[in-house]
Nanobody, 116 residues
Framework: QVQLAESGGGLVQAGGSLRLSCAAS????????MGWYRQAPGKQRELVAH???????NYADSVKGRFTISRDNAKNTMYLQMNSLKPEDTAVYSC??????????WGQGTQVTVSS
């Protein structure tokens, strides 16, 4: 059973920064893509960013230029550096991974709250 351990959420003022981490219990060479999704109260879950094996990245338009996704293969960990945070970034952020073999897994989520 693949496990994902998220950390780094919290409360921050608008304009501040946070870094989310997602540690996977499987080696990176077995993972096809990893990503961060978020869900705000009353809204549907949306893709924030994802990163593929080759390092290609994709971002939601709302976070481009402010968020950076990366992965450390040696630590089996993915990161989301979030800068210039806005109140509308407030949500539960969840880690997602898709194995090369096709199975998909989700983390439990971490709360990010941005105060104005």
């Amino acid at each position: 059973q693949v496990q994902l351990a998220e950390s780094g959420g919290g409360l921050v003022q608008a304009g501040g920064s946070l870094r989310l981490s997602c540690a996977a219990s499987v080696p990176m060479f077995s993972i096809d893509t990893m990503g961060w999704y978020r869900q705000a109260p009353g809204k549907q879950r949306e893709l924030v960013a994802h990163i593929g094996r080759g390092g290609y990245t994709n971002y939601a338009d709302s976070v481009k230029g402010r968020f950076t996704i990366s992965r450390d293969n040696a630590k089996n960990t993915m990161y989301l550096q979030m800068n210039s945070l806005k109140p509308e970034d407030t949500a539960v952020y969840s880690c997602n991974l898709v194995l090369i073999m096709g199975r998909e897994y989700w983390g439990q989520g971490t709360q990010v709250t941005v105060s104005s």
